[in-house]
């Protein structure tokens, strides 16, 4: 194996995609990543794995599941638990991940066909990077909103949307705009939903000498122009606390398990949020947030958010690589307040 | 934690020979020596034999949460210096202390989101924050050992 730590020096091997040719009748590719098994068609992906000594299946709309796997590529499968569905997953353990399918749905896991598997992280991600290049058909932008990028993805396999699946993300280090961090988005058109933002920036007016050294920035302008949904981004780095707006319409698509607490600030429009058990899947709540609203989204759940109209959402992170073992431990309480 | 002592040392970012003394980079102040607790340049950091060939190791400066974690990677004889930070969440490529996500000689990942570098100039050429960089911190090396670059 190719990997990895300080123990054991290894060569990088040039590619660990276990893919099949495509299919003479779809062109799809089949892929295997373990024991698990990634197979699409003209509407569905099915995956597959052993337990209780047979071979298991789990369906999904295939644009539901890419739009999935963008986001779990496009974060590094992220933190915590990325549940596609409420069936199949992945779940980052730092440097390496857990895939899983019926592990966390209760009737399935009882019953004993539930599987999960490791990888290291670098090979399951290659694998799923290979899924998305070559499923996405010409058109189709998992990224973007259904009704900007249409039902492109279904059929046989027409062409690819490298550009889409690989854009440019940007990192910002402390703040956009300041010299030399991030841009400020003025080369990216307002998006239909926002076509009434102010575009104007705040005037900084400094005291003697301190010219030069503040920064602010029309944050409602910035995610105005923002060219895909359900996609934080930083826009404030301050030591561990990470400020990351993001703008939502549609489905949210994963159901996400945080291992930390995140906090929730409605910055504009609506939200409807399924919350649920982390571990069984049970419903726990439904939070329905309005701009100016703020949540609290605890450790121990799951949850996936609905917008109809196109919003502005902050996502407020705790970077500290230590809080899953905190919470896991017991030594923080789930929640950040105790009514 | 480890803390550096005496000067020392090569260092460098491409090939440099443990006896060949070799200055690179910095022409005006980078940004990690505003940093909490960076080292001063001439700081003595290890030997090069301290850091595995092909591997990474991570030196602290100060104590606490605000230490300057200073992230060395070696092969063969050259070593090269980053801040220990990766630019996507802000956050130290390893998740345990000196637990390392790499293939040895090429490249290291970040263990939390994936965003594979190269290790001879900290590029990202994969990930969430493909195209940035690791931020360089230059080195030295001679007989002595590896130190933080003078200006």
């Known amino acids: 194996m190719a990997m990895l730590e300080t123990a054991a020096p290894a060569a990088k091997p040039s590619s660990r995609v276990k893919a099949s040719a495509p299919d003479s009748r779809t062109h799809y590719r089949k892929f295997e990543l373990g024991q698990f098994s990634f197979e699409r068609d003209e509407y569905f992906v099915t995956i597959g794995w052993s337990a209780k000594g047979a071979r298991q299946q789990h369906r999904m709309s295939a644009d539901a599941f890419l739009r999935a796997l963008m ?22 353990l730092y440097g390496r991940v857990q895939f899983f399918a019926g592990r966390y749905n209760e009737a399935y896991h009882k019953a004993g066909l539930s599987y999960v598997e490791e990888f290291d992280s670098p090979t399951a991600m290659e694998t799923c990077k290979a899924m998305l290049r070559d499923w996405c058909n010409a058109g189709f932008d998992p990224f973007a909103a259904p ?36 841009p400020l988005r003025d080369d990216l ?8 933002v102010a575009q104007d920036e705040p005037e900084i007016r400094a005291e ?18 923002s060219d895909v949904t359900w996609n934080p981004s930083v826009t404030s780095v301050c030591r561990e606390s990470l400020f990351c707006p993001t703008t939502e319409e549609y489905i949210l698509p994963i159901i996400h398990g945080n291992d930390r607490v995140e906090w929730f600030v409605q910055l504009s429009d609506e939200i409807e949020w399924d919350v649920s058990d982390k571990e069984t899947g049970r419903p726990r709540a439904r939070v329905l947030m309005k701009a100016g609203d703020v949540a ?21 992170e705790n970077a500290r690589s230590d809080l899953p073992k905190l919470y896991e431990s017991g030594q923080l309480k789930p929640y950040p307040v105790e009514f | ?32 020596r505003e940093r909490d607790f960076a080292p001063e340049p001439g700081t003595r950091v290890c030997s090069v034999e301290d850091v595995p060939d092909g591997m990474a190791k991570e030196f602290l400066f100060g104590e606490g949460r605000q ?17 220990n930070r990766c630019p ?35 590029y990202c050429e994969d990930g969430p924050c493909a195209g940035a960089s690791l931020e360089a911190v230059a080195l030295e090396v001679n007989a002595e050992g590896v130190r933080i670059a003078l200006r």
């Open chain 1, 296 to 316: 609290a989204m605890p450790a121990d759940i799951r949850h996936q958010g609905f917008a109809t109209k196109r919003s502005m959402l902050l996502v407020w």
């Open chain 1, 208 to 225: 003697p000498g301190y010219e030069g050294k503040l920064q602010a920035f029309n944050l409602f302008k910035y995610l105005s122009r």
């Open chain 2, 1 to 32: 934690m480890r803390t550096a002592a005496a000067p020392a040392g090569v260092g460098g970012r491409r090939a440099a020979q443990p006896d060949t003394p070799m200055m690179l980079q910095p022409t005006e102040d980078p940004a990690w």
């Open chain 1, 71 to 92: 986001r779990d590529v496009a974060w590094g499968f992220f933190y915590g638990w990325v549940n596609f569905d409420a069936m199949f997953g992945t779940r980052n």
């Open chain 1, 189 to 196: 058109p307002v998006n239909r939903a926002f076509v009434d």
């Open chain 1, 147 to 182: 009704e900007e990028t249409g039902s492109t993805w279904a059929g046989t396999k027409q062409g690819d949307n490298i550009a889409a699946i690989e854009r440019f993300r940007v990192a910002t280090k402390r703040m956009p705009g300041i010299p030399g961090d991030s």
């Open chain 2, 88 to 122: 996507h969440f802000s956050v130290p490529l390893n998740v345990e202390p000196d637990r390392f996500t790499l293939f040895a000689h090429e490249h290291i990942y970040c263990s939390t989101h994936c965003a594979m570098f190269r290790f001879e100039d900290g």
């Open chain 2, 67 to 83: 230490a300057f974690r200073l992230l060395i990677l070696r092969s063969g004889s050259r070593v090269f210096g980053y801040v």
